[in-house]
């Protein structure tokens, strides 16, 4: 408890409160700018359990906002949950952290949620989002929606087991989307990410601590470019398709889009049809005798990258592949069936 100390002496956690937070587990989804920030300070703050969340590997731009990881990390295309893992474990070595190097789907996400007594979203697409929301109203695990583009960031508690609005109450899928916009394209300050970051970790511990009074109502929104901040209320939609009728259409889909570009990169992901375990030691091998000596294949846990010149291919454990540059969808499936097959 000593290590804890300056946090125990505030009235507001106390020994109870850190007592709370060693006992509890959060799973961060997504831990770009946001989740990087939000892992850090959770570990920090001693929450025994952290659950580490990511699909995609560290690249130089993400470096600007990401404050978990370094050159080498993006040299050697790390992936992120590995990279944040083997980071936070030398600043906190008496909790458990969790590297998971997956996408969440409707058939992975009830396993990677479970015993989680909050989720947050770090997250930069939507439908993930809006899967989240239904898991999570669905057993009743708090979440905080969190979003971040250029200076603008908003946050708000979504609290399925006190009976509070959820995300689809204000937003719908449609809305969601029809923003278009990426990082890439209009750009994100670390000051932003690294602010509202820190917010969802506050609500996050005043959640686990149980803290009711203080928790923040509504849908904060925060510019620090043009110095705005306010909090917007938002009631509960009396006809929410996931409020009142439990119509999970997210969770029921047998499976997401199979070919997506990754934001604020020009990366394509291929995601396999059906859940596959990949064995990546043995497919290194043949890999390397199969191509000439100019082909780089470097095989890290849950990831194998190799370059043969055209292409920089990522294959995951989970039967993803990232392939970086390719010219389209068409040439993106093709290489992920000459070299996963699936
Ligand atoms: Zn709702």
């Not at 006809?239 to 990366?267: A, M």
């Not at 989970?318 to 093709?334: P, Y």
Request: glycine share 8%.
């Amino acid at each position: 408890m000593d290590r804890y100390s300056r946090q125990i002496v505030f009235s507001g956690l106390g020994r109870i409160g850190q007592q709370k937070l060693l006992e509890s587990t959060v799973a961060v989804v997504g831990l770009g700018a946001l989740g990087s920030v939000a892992a850090n300070l959770l570990c920090r703050a001693g929450v025994g359990h952290i659950r580490l969340i990511d699909r995609d590997y560290v690249e130089k731009t993400n470096l600007q906002r990401q404050i978990l990881y370094n050159e080498q990390d993006a040299e050697k295309r790390c992936p992120k949950a590995v990279a944040a893992f083997n980071h936070l474990r030398n600043v906190n070595s008496e909790i458990v952290l969790e590297p998971v190097v997956a996408e969440l789907g409707a058939v992975n996400i009830g396993q990677i949620f479970e015993n989680a007594d909050l989720v947050l979203d770090g997250l930069d697409n939507w439908e993930t989002r809006f899967l989240i929301n239904e898991v999570c109203h669905q057993s009743g695990i708090p979440w905080i929606y969190c979003a971040a583009l250029g200076s603008e960031t908003m946050l708000m508690n979504l609290l399925p087991n006190k009976d509070c609005p959820c995300l689809r109450c204000f937003l719908s899928p449609e809305s969601g989307s029809a923003a278009g916009q990426s990082c890439a394209t209009a750009g994100v300050l670390n000051m932003a990410t690294g602010m509202i970051a820190a917010v969802q970790v506050a609500e996050a511990v005043k959640i686990l601590t149980e803290s009711a009074s203080e928790i923040r109502n509504g849908l904060f929104v925060a510019d620090l470019w043009n110095n705005r901040f306010k909090t917007i209320p938002i009631e509960k939609d009396s006809d929410c398709p996931i409020c009142v009728h439990r119509r999970y259409e997210f969770l029921n889909r047998s499976g997401g889009s199979r070919v997506t570009r990754i934001c604020g990169s020009n990366s394509i992901q291929v995601s396999p049809s059906k859940p596959v375990q990949l064995p990546l030691e043995t497919m290194a091998k043949q890999l390397a005798k199969n191509t000439d000596n100019k082909t780089k294949i470097e095989l890290h846990p849950f990831m194998l990258n190799f370059d043969n010149g055209q292409n920089c291919i990522q294959i995951f454990q989970d039967g993803r592949v990232i392939i970086e540059n390719a010219r389209d969808e068409t040439e993106a499936l093709s290489l992920y069936s000459e070299y996963v097959g699936l």
